[in-house]
């Protein structure tokens, strides 16, 4: 079988290296268990000197000695706990008995009872004898590629990988194509006495990829005796050789480095042009069908002149490219272009060996080996300091592996102080002064990279792991780490000399904090404005990553500027999803409070990384005015809404006597119900997106309403636009109130909702339904969910204008009047005023939406849009209700004399006159003067990301 089982999150390899097993001497029985305690395993049951594997290893030996009278032969204090190992506590120990045959789980009732005294929870069948055993059938190193079998006696039920379940009853388990992946505890399952009896081995003998490092394909000037210099190396588990595979003439001599550096010297340059092929691979015969063991060279060599020309990348003319191999302890490769006589180096991929092999070793973690790697991987950074931090390839290779590391933690226990040391000091090494021009170029204006953004957030979930019970303070000088428990209202910390940050909120809280000083190294000046290389330096004080252990509305922070001269400042922070997904720094949330004695003030209502970056783009009022905007005009729009509904009850009677009356209130009815309640759950969803940690089945919920009811306004106002068409262009047709009633709930509340559950089906098992950071609203990203709603809308609107068309070219030729009656008449008119003047305010509304979702930097649209959709209920109200003089006039006859029947028909001289299309006219001409603001894009709200102070606009 090829094995292919993943390893889940709570399930790590763990090397057992004690040998004990079912041994008899002298009717004596040393008998060797295991038992599962359902519980997070913990780093420190790794270590015998621990409180934490003191405190299990006693309570297991005390539940044996005191149920010692229910194990007949049981001697006195023979237990032993061997040792302790994931999944999720699995704890091995033996006993010795006298006599071999009697069966432990006599007393397993009593232990049990015993252990769940102490609070710890078992699986239905805890116990199972386990023995060390020899599985494999043949040993030494097994390379990628190769077989393995693994044998097993007795009545086997099944075979385990890490305490995972892989393959069924057989005695024979051939693992195929085997990986350095494979490495783990095998074990084979049967029974032994009515107990489960596992026979396991460690297998740790796979080896790695050799990553065989050979110098690449090089045209070179032909010269008489001239020495050319090539690489062909491999990790130290391989020897490698070089061989000839075609010559001209040449001599090969190995030298150098490790025998890795082989020297070929030309003995006759012919005039033609010739080649020399060589093969770097692997001594090992055995390995040689392996496509991973061998890579081939090809030289070639010409006579004739050459622009550029030198021992790394050979010969070629100007605008060529070549590739250059790395040194002797690298891998990758350097890549150079022809620039008048000499090769400019414009890519280097170069990478220590030893970083590379961290960053793959960091894809394979496990809680037994995380506190050694975490160790090796700060020794290895501060020994290769000087080669680290000047170049990209090697800062690349360690944030990698930072960010595996960081992903390794999200579901394991809490780390150590002491592993937090070991990353914190990788990462000083990888931040410091010294590393300022290769951040530069990680980060310069045409990246597609997100180097900054991947280790400021691996660090972010780094803190998120820390156990949250005790006060301190560790790191470097320019990175400092500070944790504080029980934190009061209004009292300080300071995360470093220069930064303090403090709750204004009533509570006990956690807060943990890691400041920057070098911020402004690795993370760029770049805001939704875009990216000036010119303010590389103007991060203005330290970066400080903040996170709290609860919910909280604002924090404040003060920092000590570095440069006084700067002005324009603005508190922001880091937006990991600007750029789509590069990041960028945004100041929604922040607000500059005071500047006093080079000492900056700000307040915020995010927990994460905080600066002061200084930039000219965007004015810091910008987050505030679009938030004023959007609750003031909500607020107006339900107001008008509930205004338009309630005036619509008290003349309904009275306006709707003939059914062209009827079916228009009903559409402006229904028109006003949908927006109304999409508002409303517009206000749930943006408190569900607000909350510190928002439910998604909440989000989902509110998304999938306001998708609904927004939907629902769009076709009623279709079927408003139908209504107009079919009274008249279809003059003749009679069609009953009923009919027109079924047609229009079906199409005003039928269509939204096939539509909305089809959507949410659809995207919704995949995570694709709402925004990212469980915003309120459809996603976009990565299902563009958002086009069920986007295309139906714009297509309505589309249809709507269509429409109005062919109702105004009909109402021209004054044909509407020979045969409609005047009370039909006014219905009419009034129908295409609404029409008329809601469906391109309504298409605006939602095209500058799309124009966000295209440019989403936009500050222009941003507040057009916040105006527009906020504003829609307020439209309502003035187009569809108050324009209409006779549902004035009803009003104002209903209010006068509330018991009596008005019927509205004072008014009888409104016709379709010539000079009332003019006033028809002039009144659409006067309303399309009215500018408004909203987004698809921001019917939810959902904020994080690190803060700075800025001057520049920058747009969530």
Sequence with gaps: MTLTQEKPANITTNKITTTTSTTTTNYDSTVRFSLTIQENYHFHLSDPTSEIYNRYKSDIE??????????????????????????????????????PSINFLNASDGIINYLKGKDYEFDDNPFAEIENANLRESYGPLFPGENMVLKCSGNITEWQFNGQRIFGASEVLNVTNITPDKNGVYGCVS??????????????????????????????????????????????????????????????????????????????????????????????????????????????????????????????NEGDQAKGSCEVDEVGSVTAVCQGTEWKITKDTCVLRVIQQLENDSQDLTLKTLPTFMATLSNVTTTQERKITNSTGNIESIVNTLNNTANFTRNSPPITVEMMEDFLNASAIIVSNSTISAWYRLNNGKTTRNVSSTFLGAVEVMVKSLPKDASFKTGKSIIQLCQSVNLTFNETVEADPSAAISIPE??????????????????????????DSTLYNSINAAVVLVQVNGTISNISLSFDLINETLGNLQCVFWNFELFN??????????????????????????TTSFSILMSPYIPPTLKLLLDFITYIGVGISLLSLIISLIIEAIVWKSMTRNDTSYMRHVCMVNVAVSLLIADIWFIIGAAVSDSEETSVGACTAATFFIHFFYLALFFWMLVSALLLFYRTVMVLSQMRRSTMLAIAFTLGYGAPLIISVVTVAATAGSGGYIREKQVCWLNWKKTKALLAFAIPALAIIAMNFVLMIV???????????????????????????????????????????????????????????????????????????????????????????????????RDTHFGISTSSMFDFFKGIRRRNMYHISGSAVTLGYGTSGTYSVTDSNINV
Excluded at 63 to 73: C, F, H, W
Excluded at 814 to 842: E, M, S, W, Y
Aim: glycine share 8%.
């Design 807 to 905: 109702v105004l070219f009909k109402m021209m030729r004054r044909h509407v009047g020979d045969t409609t009656q005047n009370t039909d008449k006014h219905a009419l008119v009034v129908i295409a005023r609404c029409v008329t003047i809601l469906t391109p305010l309504f298409g605006l509304t939602w095209g500058f939406g799309i124009g966000i979702m295209v440019w989403p930097g936009s500050e222009g649209l941003q507040i057009v849009f916040a105006v527009l959709n906020s504003l829609q209920g307020f439209f309502i109200l003035v187009f569809g209700t108050l324009l209409d003089s006779k549902m004035r006039l009803a009003l104002v006859e209903r209010l006068q004399k509330p018991s009596s029947d008005s019927s509205g028909t």
């Design 581 to 606: 997904g590069l990041g960028g720094w945004d100041s929604f949330g922040c607000e500059l409070i005071s500047h006093i004695n080079n000492t900056v003030t700000c307040e915020c209502n995010h």
């Design 506 to 531: 009533e509570g006990n809280f956690t807060v943990t904090t890691v400041a920057f000083s070098t911020g402004y190294i690795f993370l760029p000046a770049r805001n939704s404005s875009g990216y």
């Design 62 to 99: 005390n539940a044996v000695e005191d149920n010692s009278d229910r194990i007949p032969g049981y001697k006195f204090n023979s237990t032993r706990v061997i040792g302790f190992r994931p999944g999720s506590i699995i704890a091995d120990f033996s006993l010795q008995l006298s006599n």
């Design 191 to 316: 029974t032994k006495s009515s107990v489960p009896f596992i026979q396991w081995e460690n297998v740790d003998s796979i080896q790695p990829y050799p990553n065989i490092q050979a110098s690449p394909d090089t045209l070179f000037q032909c010269e008489d005796g001239q020495n050319v210099t090539l690489l062909c190396c491999s990790s130290s588990e391989y020897d490698t050789e070089m061989v000839k595979v075609d010559d001209i003439n040449m001599t090969l001599q190995e030298e150098g480095f490790d025998r890795c550096i082989y020297s070929y010297i030309i003995q006759n340059c012919v005039d033609s042009s010739g080649k020399v092929v060589f093969d770097c691979k692997l001594k090992n015969s055995k390995l040689e069908k392996f496509e991973y063991s061998s890579k081939r060279i090809t030289l070639t060599f010409k006579r004739k002149g050459f622009d550029c020309s030198d021992e790394t990348f050979g010969a070629g």
